[in-house]
């Protein structure tokens, strides 16, 4: 009995699995059409999109405490509130953290006009499209400008910088990788360079002027003490704090070294987009959603014809 049962569901089975491909096979021109209508657009849009290209500086944390001959004051510069090393940070995580920061970005913005420059038509003239070919980015683009303030065209130029702009450390060699994404592969080394000099020099200031405040309070503590040894500690303290200030203006960037130099992208070695793969992902969606509606429709025409 059980046997009969079981033959009978892989019957059931099979006239199902015979069903559907017949209802694939009665529709195969509509899936056609379909798979074909939305492959060309997925053509017409990856041939839209200009390539993007990738510059990139990979930098060296430097290690200011080396070389720093600092004896037993390391234990009296923490008790003092100073780190003699180069701050609690390391550099990853202090250039991370000026580049992500609201004031730094806008500061940048408004220092080398990146608002203007981040424009699709201060980047026109350096765009590259597929096959040399731009028709299609021509007929769709637009360069209107809409009814905006300062502020908001600041905030919507921040947000694109964030997704320029890439920071990466590799965690067992330490090398810092700051990059720049960009369709115009000549801003994109601009953008490396100006966000290195710039985020450098900002450290090197708030570093420089936390020192300058310490060495003139120190010093006007040594007038008032009386006490021979404590002045001979304060002294040593302040001379470490004097050869801080030395080796880091002594660098052309603060607390890191350059390893390579940011170069201008060749022509072919685009980072994006990946043309084929979108294109293959469309077709392959095209048809699964074509085979989908089929099914659909032919679930809506047999409720109906059941009704």
Do not use: H
């Not at 080396?66 to 940070?89: F, P, R």
């Not at 700051?178 to 710039?198: G, M």
């Amino acid at each position: 009995m059980n046997s009969t049962n079981n033959i009978n569901y892989i019957e059931e089975d099979e006239i199902d699995l015979r069903e559907l491909f017949a209802t694939i096979w009665s529709n195969k021109f509509k899936i056609i059409f379909f798979t074909f209508i939305v492959t060309s657009l997925t053509i017409v849009y990856a041939l839209k999109i200009p390539n993007s290209y990738k510059s990139s500086v990979i930098l060296a944390p430097q290690e200011q405490s080396k070389g720093m001959s600092l004896g037993g004051l390391s234990a009296l510069a923490g008790m003092a509130g100073i780190n003699l090393g180069g701050g609690s940070m390391d550099a990853y995580n202090s250039l991370n953290t000026i580049i992500n920061n609201y004031g730094f970005q806008k500061m940048l913005i408004k220092k080398y006009n990146l608002s203007e420059k981040l424009t699709k038509k201060e980047m026109d003239k350096n765009l590259v499209f597929a096959l040399g070919y731009r028709g299609i980015y021509d007929l769709f683009s637009s360069n209107k400008k809409g009814d905006k303030t300062q502020d908001e065209i600041e905030f919507d130029t921040i947000k694109q910088l964030k997704k320029i702009i890439s920071l990466s450390s590799d965690k067992k060699s330490g090398a810092i990788t700051l990059s720049a994404t960009l369709p115009d592969r000549f801003l994109a080394k601009k953008l490396v360079e100006i966000y290195l000099s710039e985020s450098t020099a900002y450290l090197r200031k708030l570093d420089m002027q936390d020192i300058n405040k310490k060495i003139k309070y120190y010093k006007n503590e040594l007038a008032n003490i009386s006490d021979i040894e404590l002045k001979t500690q304060i002294s040593q303290l302040m001379s470490a704090l004097v050869q801080k200030r030395v080796l880091s203006n002594a660098s052309e960037f603060y607390v890191v070294k350059e390893m390579t130099k940011p170069e201008v992208a060749y022509i072919k070695d685009k980072a994006k987009p990946k043309r084929a793969l979108i294109v293959i992902v469309g077709f392959i969606t095209s048809i699964i959603l074509a085979i989908f509606l089929v099914f659909f429709l032919e679930f809506l025409k047999n409720n109906k014809e059941e009704s």
